[in-house]
């Protein structure tokens, strides 16, 4: 199966790309919205996402890695939540803005903007080539 991309969303106050890159490789857990959760759980290693500063700064910063897929969120009780494991690729070289995606016709149909309270996102190919080209403008 081809690789599959993503956006993650951690508010940076609670998560930041920077505590991810001071740990080397992060459980991403507590997501309890299903189609979050399914997403959390569609993802295979190898798949990389974009990481997302919601609340403040509304921007992706950074890509990351699936490192391990297919967890039971430890923050779960009950074991039903999903979880992956991620690791940093790198900080992109200019954060894109929820703003310059917004204003951008050809980023129109991105769950990103289409399904906002959505915490865990698909990017299609060709919007994850689109904005790494905004990235490196």
């Not at 190898?46 to 403040?56: R, T």
């Not at 890695?65 to 039971?72: R, Y």
């Amino acid at each position: 199966m081809s690789k599959r991309y993503w956006l993650m969303k951690s508010e940076p106050d609670a998560y930041s790309w920077d505590d991810l890159v001071e740990e080397g490789e992060g459980t991403w857990d507590g997501v309890r919205n299903h189609r979050a959760a399914n997403n959390l759980r569609a993802m295979q290693v190898g798949d990389e996402a974009f990481f997302y500063h919601s609340n403040i700064g509304k921007e992706i910063v950074g890509i990351a890695t699936i490192s391990e897929a297919g967890l039971t969120d430890p923050s779960d009780p009950e074991g039903k939540w999903a979880a992956v494991k991620v690791k940093p690729v790198r900080k992109l070289a200019n954060p894109v803005t929820l703003k310059q995606i917004k204003a951008d016709p050809k980023l129109a149909d991105i769950e990103l903007v289409k399904l906002s309270r959505l915490s865990v996102a698909v990017i299609t190919p060709e919007e994850w080539k689109y904005i790494i080209s905004m990235a490196e403008g």
